[in-house]
């Protein structure tokens, strides 16, 4: 394409736009703070409105489907879901 708007050469094919297939342990850190972050507002949530007496039917429904960080595999953890790749599986970070 020509004009103002063509590519570069580190924008078509660099070492700076390339994802690599692996997350560091360091992005598999923060991930795993971010599920811990969501498993305490489901428990503060949860102890908040049970010490009212009250249950919120989304909570309970969370809490019976999901698994909490410890509970989750490394595959569930790390990847998601996607119809167009092989395997149905993408990772986190190339999303």
Do not use: C
């Amino acid at each position: 394409m020509f004009g103002p708007f063509r590519i570069t050469n580190p924008l078509s094919g660099g070492l700076l736009w390339k994802i690599p297939w692996r997350l560091s342990r360091f992005q598999k850190r923060r991930q795993r703070l971010r599920l811990r972050a969501v498993d305490s507002v489901v428990a503060t949530l949860d102890a908040a409105l049970a010490k009212k007496g009250q249950t919120l039917e989304a909570l309970e429904r969370w809490k019976a489907e999901m698994p909490t960080e410890a509970e989750m595999l490394p595959k569930d953890k790390y990847t998601m879901f996607d119809r167009k790749a092989k395997r149905y599986r993408k990772g986190i970070h190339s999303a």
